[in-house]
DNA sequence: ATAAGGATGCAACGGAAGTGCATTTATTGT
DNA sequence: ACAATAAATGCACTTCCGTTGCATCCTTAT
């Protein structure tokens, strides 16, 4: 619990009880999680709380967003040292269509690649869909 | 018009007056194309009959579903011989976050990319951010 | 001509993201 | 220790978008 109040201290995000539980729930989880998810793991605490709390996290980049192609808004923790830049932090994800899981591979960085003239990369989100290995049965 | 009711024919999707117009509007725009926009284009029509359109040109393949990462879901036409198949047709997409349009880079195929064990791909999504060649002015 | 199936239109629902404002909790300065 | 200030939380409500059920219209085949 010690390292969770550095780690959002670290990060400029003012440790309370609150976002220390979800900073655990997400550490605790290795698929990415949804709002809802949190929502129902924390019955007691507000949706809005959650809510802010996620993107106070993403906004200091303790968490990053991911968009895996359900339509739900997903999050998982950030890699310690990640600065959420492409080429360097950003990796793919793979979304199970069988158990609706999406995980984090961050051994997988996004290749890249070269675009015309004129475009500018900043941002890339790259989702793989299938089978995962827990469901896969490997 | 002649070709677009052929190709609508062509994949099994009977060729109504509203979707050739939709498949018209379609193939006239670059960039992917929002539910909302067609409806505003199409200030006649009901959103249902759309939204139907276009989940049956998908299911078709006439149309491909992009998830840009906004949180709308955007269609744009399949190229001529898709098959929406990954290593194949699977193509990435560029959305800007200036103009927020989104367009298809059908030359670019998303790159095939070795993952552990027991995953199993059967879809990707790739999505680069930035700046679009319109808005960067080049 | 009529029956059957598909397409369209209308109404309504539900989930999820987001916002404004009041209230509580923590922090700072004196 | 206490007031003043700022941040965090909770409540109510809104909006947007995707989706579905059912009725109606149109097309096609027999």
Redesign the interface.
């Known amino acids: 619990m010690k390292e969770i109040e550095q780690r959002l201290t670290e990060n400029g995000v003012r440790p309370t009880a609150m976002r220390m539980l979800i900073y655990k729930y997400l550490a605790q989880k290795d698929a990415a999680i949804a709002l809802t998810d949190i929502e129902n793991a924390f019955a007691k605490a507000d949706r809005t709380t959650l809510f802010r709390t996620l993107k106070t996290f993403e906004q200091k980049g303790v968490v990053h967003q991911i968009?895996d192609?359900t339509?739900v808004?997903k999050y998982a923790l950030c890699e310690p040292g990640c600065n959420c830049e492409l080429e360097q932090d950003l990796h793919?994800h793979?979304h199970c269509?069988n158990c609706d899981e999406t995980v984090c591979?961050t051994e997988?960085k996004?290749?890249h690649?070269n675009?015309?003239?004129?475009?500018?990369?900043?941002?890339?989100?790259?989702?793989?869909?299938?089978?995962?290995?827990?469901c896969?049965g490997?």
Chains 1, 2 share one sequence.
């Open positions: 968009d192609g339509g808004q793919l793979f269509t591979l997988h996004i290749p690649i675009l015309p003239e004129g475009y500018i990369t900043e941002d890339a989100n790259l989702v793989l869909k299938g089978i995962c290995e827990k896969s490997q």
